[in-house]
């Protein structure tokens, strides 16, 4: 008889199996069982056939594949000894502690003096929190550990993986599973635009809105790696981890960050509702949960690095008037900074611009009812620095290495460096009425190192625990540093440096897939894009930041009555529905027409809803298709009403309902029949409340 164990939250079970007292492998990861399931018929069930050319014993797929059980695939962990010869995993002696929620297995190697342990744990409907270690009686290397292993859905043909770059975040790539290994590595030190550490596992059938899907997480902020392989025998594996040499040197001890595994029946999208809620609630640390989510301005895109004291002053007195409720003073007022060759580092202000300090500006940004951020990079030095010239040693990586934008990376291993950045962060927050700090990362680092991101973690922790109340954004030039690592130590994310409203459409409604809208910074750029050199309407451009976490970048000084119009009753709009949307879900929708694209926000409790649709492109056909929703109640009844019927181009001449007022509909019509929208031009956002009535 084979040991069983499982988990469930109701969404979900997990069921793990051993052979004897070998470490246990996931025999069954999705669809909830029946609680009286038999798990021994269920274990012999899962056991395979011999054929010919192969062992005469199937290498189990465990937590941790073992090549020392002669497991041919990817295996769970590579460890050299000291002398760095190969160590070959075979563990044995399994012991199992669990309670209501959660499941602590460790095994001992048969062959070396180490243990592995496996941490699986319910965090709440739909998810799992996953997490592996190795303690080691000798030193040793570590080229790689998974967090514990899961199998990949055999009823699949694609999987959905993320890719992109600087201003261009958040691409979906799909692959099909197929023999052999796909593997994805961001080496670059941190959670990368290249590859956020997500991906998605849709069975078979699975749509945006419906089927099943399984998608993981991997909570960690620096460099990592995805392997999704299909053995020979077709058994499928998922394994994700630090990136391979990113635990450096000798020691007892490695620990994977915690892969975060999400089941869904309501397709993709599902997915993604069940990390938004998660990253909101259980992982966001937030100063004050009731606050409502202030409408940002950020001055980077008015001045960059002309920093001029009237001006300032001027450009916070128009933004307070368009609605803002923040004001964040971006790069250049510190050091010598007058671009971004110099001055990283030296992080007390410029008494050439700011000959009074900081005082006065701050001093009218809150009479002004606005709230005071400051941007700063304190991870890095440029080699134009007091700080440089003094500690040239403290920089991570060799002397010579192939430079960027001017600037090196600070080893945070160190704890003099994250003490003297603790200090100079700590003194300017004390110093002054600061609540919001833009934490910028603009350079890859020359390798990815763990004990990098272990130094980032450790500062923001203690200035978090120094200055509770101050709220800090990620960013890293833009969507660089997104996973649920850093966001339990931060409570914003800046999704990329593009201002581009169409750009910012699908990078952001991309990224609902892990987060929520109340950490998602989206910004009412200018007229003209700085990244794209589009011209953008204004009422475009709004309603795209007001889906998230709203804010402007620009010179409102430059902006015509009729656009601050518009702004202004966007900005009232976003302020009267910020409390509801924030608390509620992204249900991502899936228009048949590829010109358009389109999202449901949901109260927490189904009473309201909201659409955005947006318009990207012409349509191939003359009119436009029905617009299914999802993620409603199917009997009940919702009054749906256009909120912007001022945006209806006069080549709309048809009797479409929405633009005569509100219609009643119930759940089931609106999911299965859809909305008639308007005609629309390009960059046109239809925004339709709906309110169960």
């Given at each position: 008889m084979m040991p069983q164990w499982r988990l469930d939250d109701g969404h979900q079970t997990l069921v793990l199996a051993a052979d004897g007292d070998a470490l246990p492998g996931v025999i069954h990861w999705g669809a909830p069982l029946p609680l009286d399931e038999d798990l021994d018929a269920l274990a012999a069930a899962h056991r395979a056939d011999l054929g010919g050319g192969s062992l005469d014993v199937t290498a189990p797929l465990s937590l941790c594949p073992e090549a020392g059980r002669g497991f041919a695939g990817h295996p769970g962990a590579i460890l050299r000894d000291g002398d760095g010869m190969p160590v070959p995993l075979r563990l044995a002696g399994t012991t199992v502690e669990r309670d209501d929620s959660a499941l602590r297995i460790s095994a001992r190697c048969r062959d070396a003096d180490l243990r592995y342990t496996a941490t699986l744990a319910v965090q709440g409907p739909g998810l799992l929190a996953l997490s592996a270690r190795l303690d080691c009686a000798e030193l040793m290397i570590c080229d790689w550990l998974a967090a514990p292993v899961l199998p990949g859905p055999a009823h699949a043909?694609?999987?959905?993986?993320?890719?992109?770059?600087?201003?261009?975040?958040?691409?979906?790539?799909?692959?099909?599973?197929?023999?052999?290994?796909?593997?994805?590595?961001?080496?670059?030190?941190?959670?990368?635009?290249?590859?956020?550490?997500?991906?998605?596992?849709?069975?078979?059938?699975?749509?945006?809105?419906?089927?099943?899907?399984?998608?993981?997480?991997?909570?960690?902020?620096?460099?990592?790696?995805?392997?999704?392989?299909?053995?020979?025998?077709?058994?499928?594996?998922?394994?994700?981890?630090?990136?391979?040499?990113?635990?450096?040197?000798?020691?007892?001890?490695?620990?994977?960050?915690?892969?975060?595994?999400?089941?869904?029946?309501?397709?993709?999208?599902?997915?993604?509702?069940?990390?938004?809620?998660?990253?909101?609630?259980?992982?966001?640390?937030?100063?004050?949960?009731?606050?409502?989510?202030?409408?940002?301005?950020?001055?980077?895109?008015?001045?960059?690095?002309?920093?001029?004291?009237?001006?300032?002053?001027?450009?916070?007195?128009?933004?307070?008037?368009?609605?803002?409720?923040?004001?964040?003073?971006?790069?250049?007022?510190?050091?010598?900074?007058?671009?971004?060759?110099?001055?990283?580092?030296?992080?007390?202000?410029?008494?050439?611009?700011?000959?009074?300090?900081?005082?006065?500006?701050?001093?009218?940004?809150?009479?002004?009812?606005?709230?005071?951020?400051?941007?700063?990079?304190?991870?890095?030095?440029?080699?134009?620095?007091?700080?440089?010239?003094?500690?040239?040693?403290?920089?991570?990586?060799?002397?010579?290495?192939?430079?960027?934008?001017?600037?090196?990376?600070?080893?945070?291993?160190?704890?003099?460096?994250?003490?003297?950045?603790?200090?100079?962060?700590?003194?300017?927050?004390?110093?002054?009425?600061?609540?919001?700090?833009?934490?910028?990362?603009?350079?890859?680092?020359?390798?990815?190192?763990?004990?990098?991101?272990?130094?980032?973690?450790?500062?923001?922790?203690?200035?978090?625990?120094?200055?509770?109340?101050?709220?800090?954004?990620?960013?890293?030039?833009?969507?660089?540093?997104?996973?649920?690592?850093?966001?339990?130590?931060?409570?914003?994310?800046?999704?990329?440096?593009?201002?581009?409203?169409?750009?910012?459409?699908?990078?952001?409604?991309a990224a609902a897939l892990l987060l929520p809208a109340a950490v998602t910074g989206s910004h009412v750029g200018p007229e003209v894009s700085h990244t794209s050199g589009r011209h953008l309407p204004m009422s475009f451009r709004a309603w795209v930041a007001a889906q998230r976490h709203m804010g402007f970048e620009m010179d409102p000084r430059t902006i015509g009555p009729a656009d601050a119009g518009v702004l202004r009753a966007v900005t009232r709009w976003y302020k009267a529905n910020r409390a509801w949307m924030h608390g509620g879900d992204i249900v991502r929708l899936a228009p048949e027409d590829p010109a358009m694209t389109a999202e449901l926000q949901r109260a927490a409790d189904g009473s309201r809803f909201v659409v955005f649709a947006a318009q990207t492109a012409v349509s191939s056909q003359t009119l436009p298709r029905p617009l299914l929703l999802a993620g409603l109640a199917r009997d009940a009844r919702y009054r749906v009403s256009l909120r912007n019927p001022e945006d209806i181009p006069p080549q709309s001449r048809g009797p479409v309902a929405l633009k005569d007022g509100p219609i009643e509909l119930s759940g089931a019509a609106l999911m299965e029949m859809g909305l008639r929208l308007p005609w629309a031009w390009p960059a046109t956002m239809w925004v339709i409340e709906g309110e169960r009535l």
């Open positions: 043909a694609q999987m959905v993986d993320v890719h992109g770059g600087w201003i261009g975040e958040w691409h979906l790539n799909r692959a099909p599973w197929q023999p052999g290994q796909r593997v994805r590595d961001s080496r670059q030190g941190r959670s990368g635009h290249e590859h956020p550490p997500h991906a998605i596992f849709p069975e078979r059938g699975a749509t945006m809105t419906q089927g099943r899907a399984s998608a993981l997480h991997y909570g960690w902020s620096g460099g990592h790696r995805m392997v999704a392989e299909e053995l020979p025998d077709g058994r499928r594996q998922i394994q994700m981890g630090h990136a391979p040499g990113a635990y450096h040197g000798l020691a007892r001890r490695f620990e994977t960050a915690t892969l975060l595994a999400a089941h869904s029946d309501a397709g993709i999208g599902g997915t993604g509702v069940i990390f938004q809620r998660h990253i909101r609630d259980r992982v966001c640390r937030w100063p004050d949960a009731s606050r409502p989510r202030p409408v940002h301005y950020n001055c980077w895109e008015a001045i960059y690095f002309q920093h001029d004291m009237a001006t300032l002053k001027d450009i916070a007195t128009a933004a307070a008037d368009l609605g803002a409720e923040r004001f964040v003073l971006d790069d250049g007022w510190f050091g010598r900074r007058d671009d971004d060759t110099s001055s990283l580092g030296d992080w007390w202000i410029d008494e050439r611009k700011y000959p009074d300090g900081l005082g006065p500006l701050i001093e009218h940004v809150r009479g002004l009812g606005m709230a005071f951020g400051l941007w700063v990079e304190p991870e890095m030095v440029n080699e134009d620095s007091d700080l440089y010239r003094i500690h040239p040693s403290w920089v991570l990586g060799l002397p010579d290495q192939t430079r960027g934008r001017g600037q090196m990376v600070l080893d945070l291993s160190r704890e003099d460096v994250r003490d003297h950045l603790f200090g100079a962060l700590d003194a300017i927050l004390r110093d002054h009425a600061v609540d919001y700090l833009k934490w910028d990362h603009n350079r890859l680092l020359p390798f990815s190192d763990a004990t990098q991101t272990e130094g980032i973690y450790d500062l923001l922790d203690r200035l978090r625990a120094a200055h509770p109340g101050v709220e800090i954004e990620s960013c890293a030039s833009g969507g660089g540093r997104i996973d649920a690592g850093i966001l339990a130590r931060t409570h914003r994310v800046w999704l990329s440096d593009s201002n581009d409203a169409l750009e910012r459409t699908r990078i952001q409604h």
